[in-house]
């Protein structure tokens, strides 16, 4: 028999479409390497250009930004100033720290 304990411990695995339901600035989760993230707080403390890409991609999966083996954001070498530089869809992203954006749920699972 479970206990009432067990079963609050059960993870919560959230679907793509329940992710799409918070994909604006005001409301902002994504997924990503098999977590969902709410990026709310984020967004609305660094307003401006740098977050743009957090809000043209809230509500969807952005594991493509993602190095999968070591969890690091893709990088490649600048031709012009041969730099390893951030390798981001819409180039410039406002620094994150990941120990403070909440989890909401680690999903572990793909869809």
């Known amino acids: 028999m479970a206990t009432e304990g067990a079963a609050k ?4 695995y959230y679907t793509p479409a329940e992710v799409a339901m918070h994909a604006s600035p ?3 989760w ?4 098999g977590s969902v993230y709410d990026l709310t707080k984020l967004v609305k403390s660094n307003e401006g250009p740098l977050v743009q890409p ?7 999966d ?3 930004w993602f190095e999968k083996e070591m969890k690091e954001i893709r990088t490649h070498v ?3 100033t041969n730099l390893e530089r951030p390798h981001m869809p819409m180039f410039l992203l406002t620094q994150v720290n990941t120990e403070r954006v909440p989890v909401i749920k ?3 699972r793909k869809y």
């Open 62 to 64: 952005i594991s493509n």
């Open 106 to 108: 680690n999903t572990h």
């Open 54 to 60: 957090i809000i043209k991609c809230a509500g969807t």
């Open 30 to 33: 994504v997924s990503f390497l």
């Open 9 to 12: 411990a059960r993870p919560r």
């Open 26 to 28: 005001d409301d902002c």
């Open 78 to 80: 600048d031709p012009i």
